[in-house]
């Protein structure tokens, strides 16, 4: 038993970050990048605007969009979600409408990313690594909540697969929920459409075809850093709101 703790120790404080071997799941061949010129990853300070969502804040982060996260239009974000994650034009319209309806900025076409904390806009109950309004702090990141997912998720779990599938991700998505509806008197989400479109996004921005899934060190970076994994060789794709429409259907389809 001794020696087991022992190995694990190794394992986890010198074989993780680098080794192909990792029992953590392999680590891709693909070459390690960095981030386009210009864009590379900054910490958001204290007064830079951050959102519940991990793409929005990681695309901040990069100065995809601006780095204070303040007054982003739909032409930003389109021009923004094309450059750095191949997504056509029409991708995102419908939801930075729906984000532009909870503008305080001061013009109803432009908004902050703390706006999008609204509950039951388009924040929403039963979120994979934030917790619900309910309990005071339905933005930021939470550690707790992710660690349910991330386990669900198999990130960090030793020997599994490399990579989060359709199935794994949809399973996790709807047991969240159902943690949340355990706990949360004012759980509120009859509609699970929009929390399984972010799951549909996701997997769709961050797939590696070769690999058959979400590569477990994309979703970690993303989550935990609110970084794009550049380094863990993240490619951007190219992306349409068909293609998410498609993956709506293979997350739906899931028998959860
Ligand atoms: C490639 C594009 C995008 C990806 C991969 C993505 C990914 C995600 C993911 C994974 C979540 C769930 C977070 C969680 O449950 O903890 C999420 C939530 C969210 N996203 Fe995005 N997103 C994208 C684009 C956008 C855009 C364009 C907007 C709005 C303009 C947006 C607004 C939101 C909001 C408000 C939430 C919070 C929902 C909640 O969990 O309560 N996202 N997104
Ligand atoms: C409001 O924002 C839009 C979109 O960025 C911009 O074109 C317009 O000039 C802004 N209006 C004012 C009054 O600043
Ligand atoms: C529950 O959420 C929906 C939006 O999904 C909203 O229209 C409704 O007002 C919310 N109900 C309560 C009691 O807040
Ligand atoms: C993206 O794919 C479309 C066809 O689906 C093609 O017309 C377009 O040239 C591609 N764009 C890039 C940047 O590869």
Redesign the pocket.
Known sequence: MRDHIVVLGLISSSFVAASPISPFGRHLSAASTSAPAGHEWRIAGPSDSR??????NS?SNHGWLPHNGKN?DLAT?QSA?QSA?G?STE??IS??E??LTLSTTGNSST?HLSD??HHN??????????NDQFFGD?LH?NPK??AT?AQRYGIRVPFSTPVITVETASKA?AA?VRDAKLVNPAFNLTDQS??IG??S??L???WDQSAGGVPKDYARV??EQERIPYAEGFVKGNHTLADIVTMISAVSAVKV
């Open positions: 959102s519940p969502c991990p793409m929005l695309m982003i974000i979600f994650m997504f991708s995102f939801i930075t729906q984000a908004f999008l904390a806009a388009i924040e929403h109950d039963g979120s994979l690594s934030r339905d990141f909540i992710w997912t998505r969240r929009g929390s972010e799951t996004i996701f769709t921005a961050f993303l989550f």
